[in-house]
């Protein structure tokens, strides 16, 4: 990958183009990094951080030297309110989940016994509705 400094700025990175300005082929120059920079093409290099648990991104830091750009990825802690948020969502997707597994036939099966219903339907019934409810107290 490389990326085009012109004035001191990124403005384009990723992998050559085919046409760039009025050069056509450009991307058949891959690996002849001394004509390249010529043109204000350097290799480009990402460096990847792992995020933690209750960590999230943070933009880059770039480094533009006369061999190659480095962009290398910045992390942060997550506040309290993303945190809340992100509790929220897994809850409410959990919800969702289970709730769609009370299919019409799930609940006939939960029905009481005069209607067709069988034990184990309202065993099964009573436990999703109490994982439902589960998740319903992680909210926030």
């Known amino acids: 990958m490389y990326a085009h ?3 001191g700025s990124v403005t384009y990175r990723g992998f050559l ?6 050069t056509s082929g450009l991307n058949l120059s891959e690996g002849d990094d001394d004509y390249l920079k010529t043109l204000g093409w350097l290799p480009y290099v990402e460096v990847p951080i792992e995020i933690g648990v209750d ?7 770039t480094v533009i030297t006369e061999t190659e750009v480095t962009s290398t990825a910045k992390k942060r802690a997550m506040t309290t309110d993303e945190k809340t948020d992100r509790t929220n969502s897994e ?10 597994l009370e299919t019409p036939r799930r609940i006939a099966e939960a029905l ?18 109490g994982k439902i409810a589960v998740e319903r107290a992680k909210l926030a």
């Open 5 to 7: 400094v012109e004035n």
């Open 17 to 22: 183009p085919k046409s760039w300005r009025n």
């Open 55 to 61: 960590e999230t991104p943070d933009g880059e830091d």
């Open 91 to 100: 809850a409410s997707q959990e919800i969702l989940r289970l709730e769609e």
């Open 112 to 129: 009481p016994d005069e209607s067709g219903g069988s034990a184990d339907g309202r065993a099964w019934f009573k436990a999703n509705r």
